[in-house]
């Protein structure tokens, strides 16, 4: 496996689903912020690393049929949903593949560009695609800053879940993800040239989507933290069970949002 891929790669056939839950839980916050710099008729945007097709949709509904959406990923299994007249839907991976040739008047990545070593490139390639006035909205966790699974540590089913949850951030460390990413974003989009840069904060304390993401990231993961030697497997089975019990209040790290635009 390679130390750079993407960790969290691939689907557990009869859990939830993972972008499903990110939807659910991210999506009303996200389209806000969309909605806040402005998006409209005829806007041309890219959505990259864009998961699962809730967000693409959205995009081409506001930008309507004189406007275009492009939703990229290295895996578009669950974005082909989203294909249709406005919205063009490519295999695509942000660190390695061209950028598109179009000036673009949005463009928009959530919870991608911390998973990527490369995100400091990546981040100036993504500034350097916007028309003049262009907007680029970037999103990103902070685990660094709120690295509780659960925040009000009341039993050992609680101490698990945050046993859990420490394990899943040395995976993500072995990836190369920066896990005090989110706090820095708005410093990087004015090294960019970005201007008119601002950004704020969202995360979750319980949600019913936070336990399918947990279900959904745990049993993807469930070999790797076991072969890793972070968890024995009844420890994960265990945890598994608690969060089907619904016992838990399960939280997310923030969500940081940061927006800039091209001069
Ligand atoms: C945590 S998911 C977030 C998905 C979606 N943006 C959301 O917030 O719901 C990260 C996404 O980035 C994609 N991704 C990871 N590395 C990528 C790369 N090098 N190029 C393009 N997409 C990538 C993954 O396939 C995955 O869909």
Redesign the pocket.
């Known amino acids: 496996m390679d130390k750079d891929s993407?960790l969290?790669?691939g689907h557990a056939p009869g859990h939830p689903d993972?972008?499903a839950a990110?939807?659910a839980i991210?999506d009303w916050w996200t389209l806000r912020h969309l909605d806040a710099v402005g998006i409209g008729p005829g806007w041309r945007c890219w959505e990259?690393?864009?998961?699962?097709p809730m967000?693409a949709r959205w995009l081409a509904g506001r930008v309507g049929p004189t406007g275009h959406v492009l939703a990229?990923?290295?895996?578009v299994s669950r974005l082909v949903e989203a294909a249709g007249p406005a919205v063009e839907v490519r295999r695509?991976?942000?660190?390695?593949d061209p950028v598109p040739p179009a000036a673009f008047d949005l463009v928009h990545?959530?919870?991608?560009l911390v998973?990527?070593p490369a995100r400091e490139r990546v981040l100036r390639s993504l500034a350097g695609v916007l028309r003049p006035g262009g907007w680029l909205v970037i999103?990103d966790a902070d685990p660094g800053l709120q690295p509780l699974a659960c925040l009000d540590g009341h039993g050992p089913e609680e101490a698990l879940a945050n046993k859990v949850r420490s394990a899943f951030r040395v995976l993500l460390t072995g990836r190369g993800v920066d896990l005090g990413y989110g706090r820095t974003l708005p410093r990087r989009l004015r090294e960019a040239g970005l201007t008119d840069v601002a950004a704020d904060a969202y995360f979750p304390v319980t949600l019913p989507a936070c336990a399918e993401l947990e279900v959904a990231t745990v049993t993807v993961l469930r070999d790797q933290l076991v072969t890793g030697g972070h968890l024995a497997v009844e420890e994960v089975e265990r945890h598994l069970g608690n969060v089907a019990a619904g016992r838990l209040d399960l939280a997310q790290p923030p969500l940081i949002s940061a927006w800039g635009r091209r001069p």
């Open positions: 993407y969290l790669a993972r972008h990110l939807s991210f990259v690393g864009a998961g699962g967000v990229t990923d290295l895996d695509h991976d942000v660190v390695s990545a959530r919870l991608v998973h990527l999103e």
